[in-house]
């Protein structure tokens, strides 16, 4: 079984920063991408960005490319989130997933196991 733990969510003030951390423990898979999603209320679950194993390829969604990046520590089995220059509209359950599918996947579905999640709040 594998387990992801996510930790760093929290309220901050519009144009702010906040660094959300992974952590994945258990049977993971040898060569995994790591992938976070967000969930806003009444809103369905969508792709915020991801990166492979290598680190050699990410892929942001538009709505954070510029103020978003990931990162990865393989010797920790650990991804991060650096979010700046937040606005309202990141408000959400910040949501961190791994999958064995080669490629970035950007469909939720396509994601073996998922964290719990944590969450962020922009104030305007």
């Known amino acids: 079984q594998v387990q992801l733990v996510e930790s760093g969510g929290g309220l901050v003030q519009a144009g702010g920063s906040l660094r959300l951390s992974c952590a994945a423990s258990g049977r993971t898979f040898s060569r995994y991408t790591m992938g976070w999603f967000r969930q806003a209320p009444g809103k369905e679950r969508e792709f915020v960005m991801a990166?492979?194993?290598?680190?050699?390829?990410?892929y942001y969604a538009d709505s954070v490319k510029g103020r978003f990046t990931i990162s990865r520590d393989n010797a920790k089995d650990t991804v991060f989130l650096q979010m700046n220059s937040l606005k309202p509209e990141d408000t959400a359950v910040y949501f961190c997933a791994i999958t064995n599918t080669v490629g970035i996947p950007t469909t939720a579905g396509r994601y073996d196991y998922w964290g719990q999640g944590t969450q962020v709040t922009v104030s305007s």
């Open positions: 990166i492979t194993w290598s680190g050699d390829r990410k």
